[in-house]
């Protein structure tokens, strides 16, 4: 079973850095995770969504190249490829995994302008190791899936900003 993590950062690259930390974490089989997606509210309130996976596009670009080549077959091409990258995206939206777009949208629509959010679907984690990585990152958890115990511990962790700066001298 996943676990559904929302945590929300002042800017787009703080919450860009935090996934790059996590994927780097995924590496080390320190976490696994189902989806990972920054939204970001723009100045006219609509929220884009800056996903890792682009299932429409792949489609489209899949079934234009195999329209395309079983057009050839029939003499017909262009036709193909355009049937093959209608196909190829509709197949790519019926197939999309993980946090639901709408769902994204929705959520992200109460950040305010300029904010991001870093949503996460964890099919599972070391706790420890990963609280430490993510310890003074500076984010707010949104939403959570976790227990009490230990969304609070990740809570801790993401607001000591104290443990994150270096020592002075």
């Known amino acids: 079973m996943s676990d559904l993590l929302v945590i929300s950062f ?7 850095d935090v996934r790059k930390k996590l994927l780097g974490m995924q590496k080390e089989y320190l976490i696994e995770l189902g989806d990972a997606v920054v939204a970001v509210k723009q100045p006219d ?16 670009v899949s079934g234009a190249l195999w329209g395309t080549l079983i ?15 209608a196909s190829g995206a509709l197949r790519g939206k019926l197939l999309d ?3 639901e777009d ?3 949208k929705e959520a992200a629509a109460s950040l ?35 227990d009490e115990t230990k969304e609070a ?15 002075l001298a």
């Open 102 to 104: 709408d769902f994204m």
């Open 112 to 146: 305010h302008s300029g904010n991001a959010a870093l949503f996460l679907l964890i099919r599972k984690m070391t706790t420890d190791k990963v609280v430490a990585e993510l310890r003074g990152s500076g984010g707010t958890i949104l939403r959570s899936s976790f």
């Open 10 to 16: 002042p800017t787009e690259a703080q919450a860009e």
């Open 153 to 167: 511990t990740l809570r801790d962790a993401l607001a000591d900003v104290e443990a994150a700066r270096p020592a």
């Open 45 to 60: 309130g609509h929220v884009k969504l800056n996903q890792l996976l682009q299932p429409v596009a792949a489609g489209a």
């Open 71 to 85: 057009g050839m077959l029939v003499l017909m091409p262009f036709a193909g490829a355009a049937l093959g990258a």
């Open 97 to 99: 995994v993980g946090i």
